[in-house]
């Protein structure tokens, strides 16, 4: 199969992908999260191909996303929560995906078989143009099962080339980061995945949320994944990450103390670190993720990406504060490094 890359704000290549859609076929489109990868959210067929083209396992449930709230209450089980018209009132359109009951209309192959369905309003314009003209589509990150969110077209041609029809390039994801996911059937609500719309401001909109203790550390061995998508490996690059926090000098201190160690084992070592900290590191191979939590965020899953272009095998990187967006940023990280960190405060050899 030819893989097509067109212009996402030309109306011409939104109606393409439209009429693929409603042919029962898939394509990725942009978002100001990441890229998807879409299915028209009521034909089960075309789902199926969604999780052929990434190899995603059949249990990981995808998001369905909507363009107006009047496409809503046909794919949930009676009146949407008053939850739900508070923070859609707030946050949509924009990075919030939330769980709600689902309706007999949307299939078992969306839902992973689970009696919930994520809804989301994405806020990026390609996007809601080509809902508004093919329907709710239902739709996962356009990466390959197990890499980091393609936030470019560039990185869902690396990945599905050969594997989709068309691809829609909307440049740059502006966030960069998956939505936030927050169960609204438990109460109080739960936040099972921090991105873009905090946990804090949730708290705000809605008085009370929980964050799922599955957030910033690794599921149990008996425990169930209440967001199926966290129980697998992913964000990963293939060298081996280490999380490095505490304070800004010891944290450069003992990343170049280990970075050095690697590289005299042989590794190939690279460091990811915020743009202001590049003099502490030498002449060392340092990825600079900009300044501030947001725009380390935005370059996070492109890093890692280029963490297997230059092959590298020994990645160490800066710990942001886990609070906003810096929360979503340290969850994506610490999946990355199968939450391994090193405390740059404590003495030598502690974790
Ligand atoms: P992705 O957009 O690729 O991150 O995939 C969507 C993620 O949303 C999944 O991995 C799940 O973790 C989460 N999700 C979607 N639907 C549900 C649901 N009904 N219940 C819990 N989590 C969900
Ligand atoms: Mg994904």
Redesign the pocket.
């Known amino acids: 199969m030819q893989t097509e890359v067109l212009d996402a704000y030309d109306p011409e290549a939104i109606a393409k992908a439209a009429a693929i859609l409603k042919d029962g076929g898939i394509v990725a489109f942009p978002t100001e999260t990441v890229y998807g990868l879409g299915a028209l959210a009521t034909n089960p067929d075309a789902v199926k191909k969604i999780f052929e083209a990434k190899d995603r396992p059949g249990d990981?449930?995808?998001?369905v996303h909507v363009a107006a709230l009047d496409m809503i209450p046909p794919l949930v089980e009676g009146t949407p929560p008053l939850d739900m018209n508070l923070l859609a009132d707030e946050y949509w359109p924009g990075p919030l995906?939330m769980?709600m009951p689902r309706s007999r209309r949307v299939p078992d192959e969306v839902?992973a078989g689970?009696d919930?369905?994520?809804i989301r309003m994405p806020s990026n314009i390609a996007a809601l143009s080509l809902i508004k003209e093919a329907g709710p589509i239902a739709a996962?990150?356009a990466n390959r099962s197990g890499r980091p969110s393609p936030t470019t077209a560039k990185h869902v041609l690396d990945d599905m080339d050969g594997r989709i029809p068309l691809i829609l390039d909307g440049g740059p994801c502006r966030v960069g980061l998956?939505s936030t996911?927050v169960?609204l059937t438990s109460t109080p609500a739960r936040i099972?995945?921090p991105g873009g719309v905090s946990p804090e401001a949730i708290m705000r909109t809605i008085g009370e949320a929980e964050v799922d203790g599955s957030v910033l550390r690794p599921l149990g061995e008996d425990e169930v994944a209440?967001?199926?998508?966290?129980k697998y490996r992913h964000y990963a690059p293939e060298g081996q990450v280490t999380i490095v926090k505490g304070a800004r000098k010891r944290v450069a201190a003992r990343i170049c103390a280990m970075y050095d160690e690697a590289v005299k084992a042989g590794l190939k070592g690279a460091i990811l670190a915020a743009s202001g900290n590049r003099a502490l590191y030498g002449d060392r191979t340092v990825r600079l993720l900009g300044n501030g939590a947001a725009e380390q965020s935005h370059e996070l899953f492109a890093a890692l990406r280029e963490m297997d272009d230059i092959g590298a095998q020994a990645i160490f990187s800066e710990a942001l504060e886990a609070k906003d967006i810096g929360l979503a940023f340290m969850n994506r990280l610490g999946r990355a490094a199968s939450f391994r960190t090193v405390d740059a405060n404590a003495k030598e050899g502690k974790a």
């Open positions: 990981n449930p995808l998001i995906s769980i839902t689970l919930t369905v994520a996962p990150s998956e996911v169960d099972l995945r209440r967001s199926p998508g966290m």
